[in-house]
């Protein structure tokens, strides 16, 4: 079965992305042109569709760089415009082209031009590339039954992953409902102790996943989204959750929530399970919260000696610090507002 990490093409015949149709004839094995054996190992045909391998076809190479030459037109990035006939010049070369009839210099320097312009379109469209296209794109589907399609999906790599998100974030509702029905409908001690116990750690989990579906939402409208990337959002969830956990269960007794509670009027409880929601949103959060820990004990564990100085802060925040600073000194208006969208983008 395919991976769903790597993008697969969708079958050409169902798109409008088919390559010009060409007859295929037998390779010669003596033959060392390199156009024919990709036409022999790829079997370019508009009825039938490539083959769903990859191979390393120049053809191929050139579906991709069509594909960064639509993204780039589409979204005004196109500069200059004549790159477009620099890359249908080169489609004439490798779909319409007889490959006997190129010498292998022809061939070389076909080959070059594909390399040259596909490294332009690359950096006129950065940090979209081809492989973010295509994992936000309809036309590379992954195919499944449809008993598992409703579970994982059968879209874009991009789009099934944010169903598989609404299925965990469903599960951990799940949770969190039965939790409160079971500590309305229970008496026992440590039935409720337990689940006590667990409250943090789901409260963190969902705070790690409304974090998700944020970045996710803005990478996939901006086709950024990286399927290479996925993989490491689960592990963001599980640290949410894990962050949750600590930070209420070892951390609440040193943090001060009584202001919490006194200017929103929630309950004890509601403040915690707020505490864990917000450090599995925020790992910054839970950093800070920690950093401000080891302030306040380190003097203690230290018998009070002087000249220990405080935590330094962490990179980004010395980057925010450094540029609020900035802000603050700088007259130009354009200026000032190039700092602001750094802070933004922060």
């Not at 589907?141 to 994982?152: G, H, I, T």
């Not at 299925?167 to 229970?186: G, M």
């Not at 789901?202 to 579906?213: F, K, S």
Request: aromatic share 10%.
């Amino acid at each position: 079965m395919l991976s769903e990490n790597q993008a697969n093409p969708k079958e050409v015949g169902k798109n409008d992305r088919s390559a010009p149709q060409e007859s295929v004839s037998a390779t010669d094995a003596n033959n060392p042109n390199p156009l024919e054996h990709d036409t022999d190992t790829a079997k370019w045909s508009a009825s039938e569709g490539y083959q769903k391998r990859y191979s390393a076809s120049y053809r191929e190479r050139y579906l991709g760089l069509e594909e960064l030459l639509e993204f780039a037109a589409e979204t005004g990035k196109l500069d200059p415009p004549e790159l477009a006939t620099e890359v249908k010049q080169l489609k004439k070369v490798l779909f319409y082209t007889d490959p006997d009839t190129l010498n292998l210099d022809e061939l070389c320097k076909a080959e070059a031009n594909l390399e040259r312009l596909y490294a332009t379109l690359s950096d006129l469209v950065a940090p979209v590339t081809l492989l973010t296209l295509r994992t936000t794109s309809q036309n590379y589907q992954v195919e499944r039954p449809w008993w598992k399609a409703l579970f994982l999906g059968s879209g874009s790599v991009g789009r099934n992953f944010f169903r598989k998100l609404a299925w965990i974030a469903l599960i951990l509702v799940s949770f969190i409902f039965f939790r409160e029905y079971i500590k309305l409908a229970t008496e026992l001690d440590l039935g409720e102790k337990f689940l006590h116990f667990v409250d943090p750690f789901l409260y963190g989990a969902l705070g790690a996943l409304v974090y998700l579906y944020k970045g996710l939402t803005e990478d996939y409208i901006n086709r950024t989204l990286n399927p290479k990337k996925l993989s490491t959002n689960w592990l963001r969830i599980f640290m949410g959750s894990l962050s949750g956990g600590i930070i209420v269960h070892l951390f609440a007794e040193f943090i001060d929530i009584k202001d919490i509670i006194s200017n929103t009027g929630a309950s004890n409880d509601a403040a915690l399970m707020a505490l864990g929601f917000l450090a599995g949103y925020s790992v910054e959060f839970f950093y800070q919260v920690l950093d401000k820990l080891i302030r306040v004990i380190t003097p203690k564990a230290g018998g009070g000696v002087e000249g220990q100085g405080a935590v330094p802060a962490s990179p980004k925040q010395a980057q925010i610090e450094m540029l609020t600073n900035r802000l603050k000194e700088m007259d130009n208006e354009e200026d000032k507002v190039a700092i602001r969208k750094l802070l933004d983008k922060i």
